[in-house]
């Protein structure tokens, strides 16, 4: 079997084992520009040196965002979170491949890749999300009440911007402010306060007939968005206001985790987070680096 046959294969396994949508468009994704090189390979005649220089190209990519249907290319090459991600789903795929009988062994089983992961929590600068919330309120179109509803809703809930897309308005549940949102791992429910019931009114007294809370507004209206969208959005709205700081899906999902960690302790924003390993909570409690700073300054071992 060839490698694009063996991936169909691959995608009808995580669709009968009830993998996301979203997470077999990843895969997708992820490996699109290895199957446009190895597709035509049978799976057993990849080797292992063959992996080697396909990540040393990958190292050496001189552009990023090549092929983009949207975002222009960029020089810089591509980040070693991206080289992770990529070579991640690669492996992947290959070593259920070995599982399968399509080759002896995975080609890909000896790449081990350290992601870097930052010293610094990602979080959103809250001067520049709290302007952007009071300039939306100042506004009554009907995109300002959308994203409006949808700045506060991740601040309340720190959901992921995949969570936030997968939102249905009759999963709403008024009465205990909660809301079943499909996971990274599972469905799971969202909390939120009830501040955002009246947010949620005032947008869906405007918004175009559709089962998703957010949706499209334009060519794709009623539509559900997408997390590309739900990011495009962020940096319109960032870019129209004037602001500088860090405004994104994600860095308020880290405002909110930082906030809890501090606040709640671990357990609690496990849950919250909706994280399946405590490390990954773990993160957010460390103190930072200006704590070290002005403790190490203040602190006398002899």
Known sequence: MNTQEAFKS?????????????????????????????????????TPEDIDIYLLNVRRRGMRWVDHPIMPEQEGGLSDSTIHSIMRHIRSFLNWCAKRGHCDIS????????????????????????????????????????????????????????????????????????????????????????????????????????PWLFCGLHTAKGEQITTRNLWQIFKRRKIKFGLTGRLNPHSHRHGVAQEWANKHGVLRTQAKLRHVDVNSTLFYVRPNDEDIRRLTASTRIV
């Open 10 to 46: 691959f995608v009808t396994y995580l669709t009968a084992v009830g993998r996301s949508p979203r997470t077999i468009e990843t895969y997708k994704q992820k490996c699109r520009h290895f199957l446009d090189k190895f597709g035509d390979y049978w799976v057993a005649d990849i």
């Open 107 to 210: 080609p890909a089983d000896h790449i081990i890749i350290k992601r870097r992961r930052s010293r610094r929590i990602l979080a959103h600068c809250t001067n520049d999300t709290a302007k952007a919330i009071e300039m939306l309120s100042e506004q009554n179109t009907l995109g300002s009440r959308r994203d409006l509803l949808l700045f506060r809703f991740i601040l309340d809930t720190g959901c992921r911007a995949g969570e936030a897309c997968s939102v249905l308005r009759a999963d709403i549940d008024r009465e205990r402010c909660q809301v079943l949102a499909n996971g990274k791992t599972d469905e799971d429910y969202l909390f939120f306060s009830p501040d955002i019931l009246p947010l949620i009114d005032d947008w869906l007294a405007v918004a175009p007939p559709s």
